[in-house]
C-alpha cells in the first residue's frame, strides 16, 4: 500500500504555522493537481481545516515512502513560500497501513482538538468529493475513502465517542434539554452577541428553540448576529423588559461588573408568576449576580458548573475510545484481507477465460456431433467427460508432481482449494489427508475413477465454475 499520509494539526504546530500552510477552498482543487505533477504523485486528496491540513497521497512504488513524504514537504513549503526546515519540524507523517489507521481516526474525530467532534467527518467527505471532481482520486483512493469512511461511521454509531457534549456552549443547551421537556415552546434570552454567544444560537436553533432575543452593548452587533438566525435584537437597558418573558437566559458579555441583578430577577419572577428559569452565566467576571441562586424558582448555573459537566463528558468519551480502537482495528484488517483477494483476480480471471474457452471448444465439438447424426444422448455423455477430464488434467499433473516431492503442504492447501475435504487430525500435522507420501498411486486411482466419469455410480459433485 503506497500510501502516505502527511500534515500538520494542533498537536504538531502553533496556529501561526497552521493558518500559513492552509489551503483556501478556491486553491484546492489546482493545488492537488499541482502536487501530482510536481511531487510525482499518482493521486491525492488534500485536507484543510482550521485545526489541520493533510496531504492523502499515493506515491509510485519505485520510491521509498519516507523519501516521498519529503517530497511532499518540499512542495508544501514552496506552494506557501515557506521555510522547508521550518515546515519539517511541524509535519508528522505516516505510511501504509499506519496512513490508513490515521484517516480513520481523523474521520472518527479521534484526532481533533475536541474529542469525538463530529464536524471533521463531513469535512473529510468534502475534501474527497473536491478531489474526485478535481480529477486526482484514482483506484486506490476511490477504494479506500468509501471503507475510510464505513469504519469511522461504525465507530460513531456503536460507541458513544460523540455522544456526550464537550463544550460549554454545547453544554448550556444541554443543561436546558434537562430542565424543559420541549424547547420548542421555550423563550430564549442570550446577552452578549460574541462567539460563544453565536454557538449558543446556533445550538438552541438545532434544539428547536425558535424564539430567541439577542441582547447587547452594542445594537449593531446584535441586529448582525440576530439577523445570520432570525433573532430579535436588542439593547443591554432593554433586558427588564425581556427577562419575565424568557424561560432560558444564557449570558456571555466582557462587562466587569454584573448585568442582571437579583432584584430584576425577582421582578420578572413575579411576572411569570414564577414559572421556572434556567438561568447560566458562561461569563467571566459574573454576568448574573451570585445571590440569584437564593431564588427558589431560578436554575443558576455558572461556567465552573459547565465545566464540571464538560470534564465528566470528555472523561467519558475517553473510555469510548478503547472501544473505537476495536472496531478501526478490524476494519484495518478487512480492508488488508480485500486488498491481498485483489492479487488473485488476474488469476481468478485468467482461469475463467481458460475454462469458458475450453467449454465452448467442446460445446462446438457436440454440436457437430449431433448434426452429423450422433445419438445426442453419447454426445452429451461425452461432451460432460471431456469436460471434466480436461478441467482436472492441470491440477492432477500438479497434484502428482506435489506428491512425487513430498509437497505436503501444497497437497493440503490444494484439498482446500478444490473444496475437498480435509481430515482436522491430518491438517493440524501438516500432512495432506490425501495422499500417502510412500504411494502416489492413490491420487492416480482417484483421478482415474473421476476421468471415467461412471454415470452409473452417485458422484459427489466438486466446486462449480461460476
Not at 37 to 48: G, K, M, P, Q, T
Not at 399 to 424: F, I, T, Y
Request: aromatic share 4%; with cysteine.
Amino acid at each position: 500500500m503506497n500510501l502516505i499520509a502527511l500534515g500538520i494539526n494542533h498537536n504538531s504546530a502553533h496556529v501561526d504555522v497552521r493558518e500559513r500552510v492552509a489551503f483556501a477552498p478556491e486553491q484546492v482543487s489546482e493545488a492537488m493537481n499541482d502536487v501530482c505533477r510536481a511531487a510525482d504523485i499518482d493521486e491525492v486528496v488534500v485536507l484543510s481545516t482550521c485545526n489541520r491540513t493533510e496531504i492523502y497521497a499515493v506515491a509510485p512504488p519505485d520510491k521509498p515512502l519516507a523519501d516521498k513524504a519529503l517530497e511532499l514537504i518540499d512542495w508544501m513549503a514552496g506552494y506557501h513560500h515557506l521555510s522547508t526546515d521550518d515546515l519539517k519540524d511541524a509535519a508528522y507523517h505516516h505510511e501504509g497501513e499506519a496512513a490508513l489507521r490515521h484517516m480513520v481516526h481523523v474521520a472518527a474525530g479521534l484526532d481533533s482538538m475536541v474529542l469525538g467532534e463530529p464536524q471533521i467527518f463531513g469535512q473529510l467527505k468534502s475534501a474527497y468529493a473536491v478531489a474526485t471532481d478535481a480529477g486526482t482520486v484514482g483506484s486506490e483512493l476511490g477504494r479506500l475513502f468509501p471503507r475510510v469512511f464505513t469504519i469511522a461511521k461504525k465507530v460513531r454509531t456503536d460507541t458513544a465517542i460523540g455522544e456526550n457534549p464537550v463544550s460549554v456552549a454545547f453544554a448550556a443547551v444541554d443543561v436546558a434539554r434537562r430542565i424543559f421537556t420541549d424547547l420548542g415552546d421555550c423563550n430564549a434570552l442570550l446577552v452578549g452577541a460574541g462567539e460563544t454567544i453565536e454557538l449558543v444560537t446556533r445550538h438552541l436553533i438545532e434544539a428547536g428553540v425558535s424564539n430567541i432575543v439577542i441582547a447587547n452593548r452594542t445594537l449593531g452587533r446584535a441586529r448582525e448576529l440576530a439577523q445570520q438566525f432570525g433573532a430579535e435584537a436588542v439593547l443591554l437597558s432593554e433586558i427588564p423588559e425581556h427577562l419575565h418573558k424568557s424561560d432560558i437566559v444564557i449570558t456571555s458579555t466582557a462587562s466587569q461588573l454584573p448585568i442582571i441583578g437579583k432584584g430584576t430577577v425577582e421582578s420578572a419572577l413575579k411576572a411569570r408568576r414564577y414559572r421556572p428559569m434556567l438561568m447560566v452565566d458562561i461569563a467571566v467576571p459574573r454576568d448574573i449576580e451570585p445571590q440569584v441562586s437564593e431564588l427558589r424558582d431560578v436554575y443558576l448555573y455558572s461556567v465552573d458548573d459547565l465545566r464540571q459537566i464538560v470534564d465528566g463528558n470528555l472523561r467519558a468519551r475517553q473510555q469510548e475510545v478503547s472501544k473505537a480502537d476495536e472496531i478501526i482495528a478490524k476494519g484495518i484488517a478487512s480492508v488488508g484481507e480485500e486488498r491481498r483477494s485483489l492479487g488473485a483476480v488476474d488469476l481468478v480471471k485468467q482461469y475463467r477465460q481458460s475454462a469458458e474457452a475450453l467449454r465452448q471448444r467442446e460445446l462446438e465439438r457436440a454440436l457437430a456431433s449431433i448434426t452429423r447424426g450422433d445419438d445426442p444422448q453419447q454426445v452429451v455423455a461425452q461432451l460432460a467427460r471431456a469436460i471434466t477430464n480436461k478441467l482436472i488434467h492441470a491440477p492432477t499433473t500438479g497434484l502428482k508432481k506435489a506428491s512425487a516431492e513430498g509437497r505436503h503442504d501444497v497437497l493440503g492447501h490444494a484439498a482446500r482449494l478444490l473444496g475437498l475435504q480435509v481430515d482436522e487430525a491430518a491438517q493440524g500435522q501438516n500432512v495432506a489427508p490425501l495422499v500417502d507420501s510412500s504411494d502416489t498411486s492413490v491420487i492416480a486411482a482417484a483421478v482415474s475413477k473421476e476421468n471415467v466419469g461412471d454415470s452409473e455410480s452417485p458422484r459427489t459433485p466438486g466446486p462449480t465454475l461460476q
